[in-house]
T-cell receptor, first 114, second 115 residues
Framework: AQSVTQLDSQVPVFEEAPVELRCNYS??????LFWYVQYPNQGLQLLLK????STLVKGINGFEAEFNKSQTSFHLRKPSVHISDTAEYFC????????????WGAGTKLIIKP | DGGITQSPKYLFRKEGQNVTLSCEQN?????MYWYRQDPGQGLRLIYY???????QKGDIAEGYSVSREKKESFPLTVTSAQKNPTAFYLC??????????????FGPGTRLTVL
């Protein structure tokens, strides 16, 4: 069965510093990869998604992610974080082995230190 | 404004009671989903529906029931058979034009607490 691992449950960073949130998925023939963000006590919002083509995907709010097939990773990055980026970030994958339903990681809380 | 609404925002239930969570969308989406979110566990799929009058069980359907009588509505009932219902419940929808690549749009959630 397909699975998604977010290696860090919390990531503290100083404001204006760069950040990387890690996501690894179990290998599959073809996968589609997503990053969603959840602000406190709210629903989720799509940040970006990889379907095919260029392995570097740009999303909203200055975030980007790189699909690495050989390492089965889809890490999320931002060069300079702001206090407003405080949220929980979820990686998700879908594909034929999950009957095209989303399989979710456990989430990573991004904590911005002033 | 197009979007997904969930009500109520907070819900308290006594043990042994059934409760129904509302989910309405005006995005004209074919597919709708219910997820349960617990701390440190990500989202788990309860039920999903790809068309009116049809729905499928997700990974944790036991103790829950749904209906899809209208395209825009997908209510979830948490029955007394659900042993640990205290959680944050999220409803989502997607257009199904591309299958698994469609973006899911989420409502603001309902936090259910069993007293």
């Amino acid at each position: 069965a397909q699975s998604v691992t977010q290696l860090d449950s919390q990531v503290p960073v100083f404001e204006e510093a760069p950040v990387e949130l890690r996501c690894n998925y179990s290998s599959s023939v073809s996968v589609y990869l997503f990053w969603y963000v959840q602000y406190p006590n709210q629903g989720l919002q799509l940040l970006l998604k990889y379907l095919s083509g260029s392995t570097l995907v740009k999303g909203i709010n200055g975030f980007e992610a790189e699909f690495n097939k050989s390492q089965t990773s889809f890490h999320l990055r931002k060069p300079s974080v702001h206090i407003s980026d405080t949220a929980e970030y979820f990686c998700a994958v879908s594909g034929s082995s999950s009957n095209y339903q989303l399989i979710w990681g456990a989430g990573t809380k991004l904590i911005i230190k002033p | 404004d197009g979007g997904i609404t969930q009500s109520p925002k907070y819900l308290f239930r006594k043990e042994g009671q059934n409760v129904t969570l509302s989910c309405e969308q005006n995005l004209n989406h074919d597919a709708m989903y219910w997820y349960r979110q617990d701390p440190g566990q990500g989202l788990r799929l309860i039920y999903y529906s790809q068309i009116v009058n049809d729905f499928q069980k997700g990974d944790i359907a036991e103790g829950y029931s749904v209906s899809r009588e209208k395209k825009e509505s997908f209510p979830l009932t948490v029955t007394s058979a659900q042993k640990n219902p205290t959680a944050f419940y999220l409803c989502a929808s997607s257009s199904m034009t591309s299958g698994s690549t469609d973006t899911q749009y989420f409502g603001p959630g309902t936090r259910l607490t069993v007293l």
